[in-house]
């Protein structure tokens, strides 16, 4: 029986889209930088139905794309348009929160199940998911563990790996792994978990999770500061650790280019602080106590700041709807860029103390081969996380000559100063198909090859999100 029409007899007609219209959604990324055919795309409601969609793709030998909210931003989610188009295995249906046990703090929940939902439902629990990130009103959970995602609560609660517990998995050869274990400690053997979590859809399809929770803060003090430098937002985060410890949750770092786009793209954004021409950072402190002690602890470190003259300017937001607004105004740096124009994003990670060092060194190097060219800076710092964007308008970008070959150079030349810092080229987005080339260029051989293996273990056919992490064992440098 044809593919299509044995997941019909499967799923359903509605669960099955083969029409150009209804796929359209599915087969383009988020930014519309990639767009290619898939076969069909196939919306499973149950774990069984989504192991029978795998059994039925194997038998075919046919390439599977596990789909989250597709907000990916390395092309990892939709076709590549090599080799046989895929059947995108998207899990919009699967949305049904399992469990929550509030004394052994977790939440066990479908993978479809957008990330907002999961903190909205936590939160009502009194408890806290604290994975945070801009596209959190789409991205789902088995999205975010396929890339284990960072955001903006990092710096306190870790990134995905640390909030995920247990996993069940679809493998590609249809069989089904119940690894929902709640545990803080389980010593038995390899932690395959692991393995699955930032494995972006290679190695099988994440079905259901158990997520960790946390006390939901009570008290938060948010703070929007200009300083003149990232060296100078170093100090002032440096301040920071040393009097909130871990009640330090968040600090961000931004240019006055990023502030700008945002003012101007984003209907209803404003500047908390009267200088835009500066650097601008959002602080953000939150604990489980007294909120009056907390907010003079904001204060008094931000006094120490304002007089040793490390900061310009800063705000303290005295209202729930101004600690949203400075919020809001982070969140939309992505909406922001993308409409703006076309950013060269770097997802850079180098260690905390040199993320000066890392911005300085890196705009020279594009800028030796783009003179002049602006950039747009932000990143989580306290994470030593910056995404540095050399940007163009839309007009320049499409006057630029030998456009792809200068856009490669650029992103060399960016991840080559990260690497002489020790640092890496995806810190929290992936790899994707855009940064396999990087992958032959700065993982060492003994480390690839690891991976390699690990790929043919699970995946002997090959057929899970091909061309995605790793670069085909024939691809070299020059042509990646
Ligand atoms: P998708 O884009 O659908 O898929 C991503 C990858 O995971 C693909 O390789 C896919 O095959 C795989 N995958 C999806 N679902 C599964 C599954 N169930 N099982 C196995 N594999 C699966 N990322 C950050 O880390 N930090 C940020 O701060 C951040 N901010 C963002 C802001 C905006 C506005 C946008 C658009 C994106 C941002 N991202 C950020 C990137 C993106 O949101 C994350 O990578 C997110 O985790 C992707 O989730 P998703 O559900 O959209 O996954």
Redesign the pocket.
Known sequence: MPLIEAFRQLLGDTAVLTREEDLAGLTE???GRFHAPALCAVLPSTTEQVAAIIRLCVAHDTPV??????????G???PSGQGKPPVI???TR?RRIRSLDPVNNTMVVD??C??ATVQEVAASAGRLYPV?????G???????????????GVLRYG??RDNVLGLE?VLPDGSVWDGLYALRKNNTGYDLKHL?IG?????????GAVLKLHPLPTAESVAWLAVDSPQAALKVLGLFQASCSSRLSAFELMNAKQIELVLEQVPGRRCPVAEIDAWHVLVELSDTGDAAALAATMQTVLEQALETGLVRDGVVATSEAQRKAMWLVR?S???AN?KAGVGLTS?TAVPVSTVPDFIDQAMAAVRAIVPGLPFIIVG?MGDGNIHLIPFFSFAEWDALPNRDETAQRIRRAMNDVASSLRGTFS????V?RTLTGEMIRYKPPVELALMRAVKQAFDPSGLF?PG??LPPSSATEVTA
């Open positions: 990324d988020w930014r794309l596990p789909q989250g909210g597709n907000t990916s931003l390395c990892g989610a939709t295995v998207a899990l699967m993978a479809g957008v990330l945070s990130l801009g596209a959190e789409s991205c789902q959970i088995g999205g975010n563990i396929g890339t284990n995602a960072g955001g903006t990134n995905t998995v699955f494995s972006e859809g290679t190695l099988g399809i994440i079905t969140h740096v992505s909406e993308k997802d989580h810190a929290e987005h992936g994707g999100n995605r992490v």
